[in-house]
């Protein structure tokens, strides 16, 4: 059989491979605490439970949608009108993805021909590489630095590069660094993408789950921002709905426009049920978001108490459902110290290289687990030796 050229650039995902190594633990008989894939255990709240059953009974409802109902896109635009403050034209303005990953993956078609270059923080989430890359794009990758905060700079940016540029993409808080970006750099990103005539695309997943008192809104309220771009939001984490596959990207009207016709073409709309159980999310009650945002934050704080007490020094996110940390003393190596940290501790991350080259040196926790759970892996990783000693 013959495959295609653009084939040999995908391995199997670091996700994938992380299960396979938990798979091959567990078949031993061996205990396996896993923090790597961004999972959650919280389930939605009752009433969006309830929204997708009753629709779920309706047998008119098995039908192809096609597209949005006028009721989700009103929701939608209801929603980031109420949230964030910020006016969306529910009929022009508002797409519904099928989880943000597969818009990430298709949007790239609409602003990419082969050899265009594509701007993307490193580290991030694989997506938001390989997406633009299977449309024919080289990447430039806009570092992320603990110097700087964990922030993309775009003065950095050769001129070179930035005028080839036809698309970036970012997103705060961020996945994995969980950094914040400050109001000044999202007013320096639309400067400089109305300058190089670039389409932003920014993932604002995580606004909700955002600790210690601080509030994130939305990348659109920035004035010149929809001029420019479109945001990408989610209800995964935020209403405990990540293997419904909701999300949502709002903004410039001629480039939802767009995502809308390659759509089209790709898929055949969001299943019914599901789209009653999103507007359910979105316009119910949302006491449901405090509380999530609530236990992640707990669980934050006994996590990095709990491993900072046994001698790995981490810090506390200031948002989103990760730790970014440092690998201790005495490794270099972000996947064999990964690896390692399974096989001596039973514990499993995510190696900081999954993100990028700007990874090497971290990994990612995920609070995937609750505290009975966490409390367990820190115990393991305590007990294994691995924090005294590299070579034990």
Request: aromatic share 10%; proline share 6%; net charge neutral.
């Amino acid at each position: 059989m013959q495959f295609s050229k653009r084939m040999a650039y995908f391995k199997p995902g670091i996700f994938s491979v992380l299960a396979q190594m938990r798979e091959e633990r567990m078949a031993q008989g061996l205990p396996v605490i896993d923090l790597s894939v961004g999972t959650p255990n919280i389930p939605p709240a009752q009433h969006i439970v309830d929204a997708l059953l009753n629709s779920a009974r309706n047998r008119d409802n098995y039908v192809y949608a096609i597209s949005d109902t006028d009721r989700l896109q009103k929701a939608a635009a209801q929603w980031y009108a109420r949230r964030y403050g910020v006016q969306i034209d529910p009929a022009r303005e508002v797409a519904s993805l099928l989880g943000v990953q597969e818009g990430l993956a298709h949007i790239a078609f609409t602003a990419i021909d082969e050899g265009d270059t594509m701007l993307l923080p490193d580290p991030s989430y694989p997506i938001f590489l390989d997406g633009p890359v299977l449309a024919g794009a080289r990447p430039y990758r806009m570092p992320q630095k603990k110097e700087n905060g964990y922030l993309i700079d775009v003065g950095e940016i050769p001129e070179a590069v930035a005028r080839r540029a036809k698309l970036m993409i970012l997103s705060y808080p961020n996945n994995p660094t969980a950094s914040i970006a400050p109001d000044s750099l999202y007013s320096e990103v639309i400067a400089f993408a109305k300058r190089y005539r670039i389409i932003v695309i920014h993932d604002n997943s995580y606004s909700e789950l955002v600790f210690d008192g601080q509030t994130c809104g939305s990348f659109l309220r920035f004035p010149g921002a929809k001029d420019v771009g479109v945001e990408f939001n989610s209800l995964s984490k935020t209403y405990g709905l990540a293997g419904a596959r909701i999300g949502f990207a709002v903004g410039n009207p001629d480039v939802i426009g767009m995502l809308k016709t390659l759509k089209s073409n790709i898929d055949y709309g969001m299943f019914l049920p599901l789209q009653d159980a999103a507007i359910a999310a979105v316009s119910g009650p949302q006491d449901c978001v405090e509380a999530t945002r609530k236990e992640y934050q707990s669980r934050r704080d006994f996590l990095v108490d709990g491993l900072n007490k046994i001698g790995w020094t981490v810090r506390k996110s200031p948002a989103t459902m990760f730790l970014w940390a440092r690998i201790p003393e005495g490794y270099t190596d972000s996947f064999a110290f990964t690896r390692e940290l399974l096989d001596k501790a039973g514990v499993l991350l995510t190696p900081g290289t999954a993100f990028g080259k700007e990874g090497e040196g971290h990994v990612r926790m995920a609070l995937i687990a609750d505290k009975e759970e966490l409390a367990k892996a820190i115990n393991m990783i305590e007990k294994s030796g691995i924090l005294s000693d590299p070579s034990a």
